[in-house]
C-alpha cells in the first residue's frame, strides 16, 4: 500500500498551555487501521506545564478518516450481572448518587457516550430530558425512545441542538480530543451555573501491561490527576470529588461548572464551614463534662491523657483542682506531674481513690477505655466520643 503524501501527523503546541517546547518521552508503532496504516506514536511532554500528550500527533483530516470506520465507544461489551461492564456502570452510578442531588439532574448529557448505556441507567426526576452526544457510529445501533440523540461533534452543536446542561457525563473523552481544556470550555457555556461534569480518563501513573498498547494511537492527551486539575480550572470547573476507588486505572471526578467558584473561595468556605462544625462539635463533645463532673458536683476524678487534648480540656474548664491524677500509657512520664499533678500509669487504676476516669483522647478513646476495664472493672469512665455500652 502506498500512502498519499498528506501528512498524518504535525507537530503542535502543548494543548493547555500553548507552549511550542517539549520532550520525547516515549515512541511506539503500532497498526492503526485499513484507513491508516502503520503509525509511529510519540508521548511527548510539554516543558512549561508538564502536560503529557501525543506530539507529532494526528491531525484532523487523520482523525476523521479513522473514526468514520471505528469507534472505541462501539467495542464488545457484555452487559450481565457479573460483566466487567456492568460494574463499571454499577461504580459510575453509585458515585453519581452520592454526590449530585436528584433534583439537579433534569437536563443529563452524556457526551460521546457511546452505546448511551450510563446515560439509560442513571436515575432522573420524571419529565427530565435525556441527551446523547455521539459524533461516531457507535449510535447506529441505538434506539431508547427516552433518549434523544444527536449525531454531532461537540463543536459543532448550536444552541438549538440541546437546552442548558445540568448534568453532563464525559466518559473515556477527553482523552480523545484535540484541543481537551477548548472542548470542555464550550461544554461549559452550554451548562447552568453550578452544573454538574462526570469525568473519567486513564491515569498516565497507572498504565498496565498487555498485549494491547496501553498508550493508544486514539489517545491525544495523558492525563494526571494534576494536569486534569489543571485543563478543568482552564475551563471554568471546580473539582468536588474524586472516587477513590475505582477498579480501573482510571481518574474520576465530579466537578461544577463555576464562575464564581475558585480555589481561594472553596478554601474560605470550608474554613467557615470547619469553624461553624467546631464550635458546634465542642459544645456536643463538652456535654459529658457538664453532665457528669460539673452539674453532678463530682468533687475528684482522674484525666487519662497528657496530651495536646488535655491541655485544650483544661483550657476550656477550670477544673484543674477536682483532678487527682492524670494518668498515661507512657512509662516515661510515670512519677513525673502535670499541672502539679502526679502522672501514673493504668496499673495503678484500681489504687485510685476518686472512683472517675475522664479520658481525654479522640483517636485512642476507645483503646483506652479498653486498657482502663482491663486494670479496673468498676470505675467510671467518661467518653467524649464514643458511647461505651459497658
Ligand atoms: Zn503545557
Not at 491523657?305 to 507512657?330: C, N, P, S
Request: overall charge negative; some cysteine; aromatic content about 8%.
Amino acid at each position: 500500500m502506498t500512502h498519499t503524501t498528506t501528512a498524518l501527523t504535525d507537530i503542535i503546541d502543548c494543548p493547555l498551555c500553548r507552549c511550542p517546547d517539549y520532550q520525547p518521552l516515549y515512541t511506539t508503532t503500532v497498526f492503526a487501521s485499513e484507513a491508516i496504516g502503520t503509525l509511529d506514536i510519540q508521548i511527548s511532554m510539554c516543558e512549561q506545564c508538564g502536560f503529557s500528550y501525543q506530539n507529532p500527533q494526528l491531525t484532523q483530516e487523520t482523525l476523521d478518516r479513522h473514526y468514520q470506520h471505528h469507534s472505541s465507544g462501539a467495542t464488545f461489551h457484555l452487559l450481565n450481572e457479573n460483566s466487567r461492564h456492568f460494574k463499571l456502570l454499577t461504580e459510575r452510578n453509585t458515585f453519581i448518587e452520592s454526590h449530585i442531588p436528584l433534583e439537579q439532574r433534569h437536563v443529563i448529557c452524556d457526551m460521546g457516550g457511546g452505546q448511551g448505556d450510563l446515560i439509560s441507567s442513571i436515575q432522573a426526576p420524571q419529565n427530565a430530558q435525556k441527551i446523547l452526544i455521539e459524533p461516531s457510529c457507535a449510535i447506529d445501533q441505538f434506539d431508547d425512545p427516552q433518549i434523544h440523540v444527536i449525531n454531532k461533534k461537540i463543536e459543532d452543536l448550536s444552541p438549538a441542538d440541546c437546552p442548558q446542561i445540568d448534568l453532563l457525563l464525559c466518559i473515556s473523552v477527553l482523552e480523545h480530543l484535540k484541543n481537551p481544556a477548548d472542548v470542555l470550555q464550550a461544554l461549559q457555556s452550554k451548562m447552568t451555573e453550578g452544573g454538574y461534569l462526570v469525568l473519567e480518563v486513564p491515569n498516565s501513573l497507572t498504565p498496565y501491561l498487555q498485549l494491547a498498547e496501553f498508550y493508544s494511537y486514539e489517545h491525544l492527551n495523558h492525563f494526571t490527576e494534576q494536569t486534569l486539575q489543571q485543563c478543568l480550572t482552564q475551563s471554568g470547573f471546580i473539582v468536588i470529588a474524586t472516587d477513590q476507588t475505582p477498579s480501573i486505572p482510571n481518574i474520576r471526578i465530579i466537578a461544577k461548572k463555576s464562575t464564581t467558584l475558585n480555589n481561594k473561595t472553596l478554601t474560605v468556605n470550608a474554613l467557615k464551614q470547619y469553624q461553624t462544625n467546631k464550635k458546634a462539635f465542642i459544645e456536643q463533645a463538652f456535654h459529658a463534662i457538664n453532665d457528669d463532673i460539673i452539674n453532678k458536683s463530682l468533687s475528684h476524678f482522674s484525666i487519662y491523657g497528657t496530651g495536646e487534648h488535655t491541655r485544650a480540656i483544661l483550657e476550656q474548664f477550670h477544673f484543674i483542682d477536682k483532678v487527682e491524677y492524670f494518668i498515661d500509657t507512657d512509662s516515661k512520664k510515670w512519677g513525673t506531674e502535670l499541672y502539679n499533678k502526679p502522672i501514673i500509669g493504668p496499673h495503678q487504676i484500681s489504687d485510685i481513690q476518686h472512683r472517675t476516669i475522664l479520658i481525654s483522647s479522640h483517636d485512642f478513646e476507645l483503646e483506652i477505655a479498653h486498657t482502663i476495664r482491663e486494670h479496673d472493672t468498676t470505675i467510671h469512665i467518661i467518653t467524649l466520643y464514643n458511647n461505651l455500652s459497658c
